[in-house]
């Protein structure tokens, strides 16, 4: 669909770019709530340029755009290394849909798997997965009983600083999986946002760490750390910092992310945190916050954090943990332990249930959404493809090597990791069924997993032709480009 909005605000371009582009996503127009689909090319003078799937550019002012594209955008002009203009500031990507921007990698792969361009071997204990911007990767781990967040030149792999988030002496969450922290950082106007499982939160400068601010969520703002330890990573929106603390003084807090100071709490939804992440969701141009919670999938106001709807889910048990995906209208979310999916329609004044079925009972490997096909491992079910509007199962692939994992996808093709014996598996993105086009073995196993259940749980990042994979101390680039 066409945005419909008048010059000077649209410039139609004739011209066809033919490099430098990456793969389409939805662009959403904040006053409307209207979409996009296009490749992101440049920010310019406030101007971000996008070509438009059927060939051409459009021109749209920054302002004009939803907050979570905004965010994408003002990351993206970053120089990195070679010059691209990509970057990853936060958990599953600037739209938190976890889709690469990149393109022309490889379609196959070599019977050993992509070149190993280097190997970070103390990244601690965790199962962060990295924010990178620039020339930096972002992630976090405890080492010596401190969680700390660390930063590593994404060209070489070499620490460049780390920062201390707070005590971790595996205490206040259970360390059966493993210890360390769950959630990844968020990178925004030179400032990194990292939390621990036990709900120390901090706001660092990128250039060396050196602290801003700092909160804890169960001490300042009541929160009662889930019972295997905070999980969330944190979520930019603008000027402001969200998390979920939990608990009776309200479930979701915004923070001013430059001081840290309180803005608002949502004050009508009193749930204990979960494991999920927030999203951010323009419906008919009002912006809101979207988060799963035990029992229930609920939509907050961007504004004052005013509740604004919720849809029951009964069936969530023990944990819930995969991020809910926003598009066109209606939010999806899923639940492992047997619990499965469901879609619902947000754009009335009340949430509307779609559909909800067991096609998809994701534990927390993530589920992706590209061109109206839903990708994730469902437990039982191996790795599941099921459609976007009907909750219909369209195919499914299970055995050794693609029975439990994490999914990622850049340029056409799904990056999988299997959880259990850490190998890595490229396969097309497509309805028509599973295709696989390679595989490679992690080429070391971290003994930080040794005494414990947890398992290879970091889930994959590719950014400008580069993999980048992680197991606990273990952090590996590897190169994808054609």
Not at 156 to 185: A, F, M, V
Not at 219 to 226: A, H, I, K
Not at 348 to 368: D, I, P, R, Y
Request: hydrophobic share 35%; aromatic share 10%; with cysteine.
């Amino acid at each position: 669909m066409k945005f419909q909005l008048s010059p000077p605000y649209f410039v139609f371009c004739i011209m066809l770019i033919c490099s430098g582009i990456v793969s389409a996503r939805t662009w959403t127009e904040s006053e409307t709530g209207r979409t996009l689909e296009g490749d992101f090319q440049s920010l310019a003078n406030d101007v971000v340029t996008i070509q438009r799937d059927g060939g051409g550019t459009v021109k749209i002012p920054l302002g004009r755009l939803s907050s979570a594209d905004q965010e994408l955008a003002k990351a993206a002009p970053t120089a990195a290394p070679g010059g691209s203009a990509a970057s990853w500031p936060t958990w599953r990507g600037a739209d938190r849909m976890d889709r690469s921007p990149d393109s022309g990698l490889l379609k196959s792969w070599p019977k050993d798997g992509p070149k190993l361009l280097w190997t970070f071997t103390d990244g601690g204990r965790g199962y962060s997965s990295p924010a990178i911007v620039g020339e930096h990767l972002y992630f976090t781990g405890t080492r010596d009983k401190e969680a700390e967040l660390i930063c590593l030149d994404r060209g070489t792999g070499k620490e460049l600083w780390s920062t201390e988030i707070g005590d971790d002496p595996g205490k206040g969450y259970n360390t059966g999986w493993g210890q360390g922290p769950r959630g990844g950082p968020t990178v925004s106007e030179g400032l990194v946002y990292a939390m621990s499982a036990n709900g120390a939160l901090i706001a660092v400068k990128t250039a060396d760490g050196s602290k801003v601010w700092s909160k804890q969520l169960v001490e300042d703002f009541g929160g009662e750390v889930p019972k295997w330890g905070y999980s969330e990573s944190p979520l930019v929106d603008g000027d402001k910092l969200l998390v979920t603390p939990g608990g009776d003084q309200g479930a979701i807090i915004a923070l001013d992310k430059k001081t840290g100071k309180t803005l608002w709490r949502s004050k009508d939804l009193t749930d204990g945190a979960e494991y999920s992440s927030l999203i951010i969701a323009e419906v008919k141009g009002k912006r809101q916050y979207v988060q799963l919670f035990m029992k229930k999938l609920a939509g907050i106001s961007a504004e004052d954090g005013a509740l604004l709807w919720t849809a029951d889910w009964p069936e969530g048990r023990t944990a819930v943990i995969p991020t809910p995906i926003y598009h066109d209208g209606k939010v999806y979310m899923t639940s492992g332990y047997g619990a499965g999916s469901m879609l619902v329609d947000i754009e009335g004044s009340k949430a509307k249930e779609v559909w909800k079925n067991k096609v998809m009972k994701n534990h927390h490997g993530g589920v992706l959404l590209v061109d109206g096909s839903l990708y994730g491992f469902s437990d039982g079910g191996g790795l599941t493809c099921q459609d976007f509007k009907t909750g219909e199962r369209i195919w499914n692939e299970k055995g050794e090597g693609i029975q439990k994992g994490a999914v990622h996808y850049a340029d056409g093709m799904l990056y999988g990791l299997d959880e259990h014996e850490g190998s890595v598996f490229l396969a097309e993105a497509s309805p028509k069924g599973y295709k696989e086009h390679g595989r490679f073995s992690l080429p070391k196993t971290t003994k930080l997993r040794e005494g414990t259940n947890g398992k290879v749980w970091t889930h994959p990042v590719v950014l400008d032709g580069h993999l980048y994979l992680r197991d606990q101390d273990l952090v590996l680039c590897y190169e994808v480009k054609k």
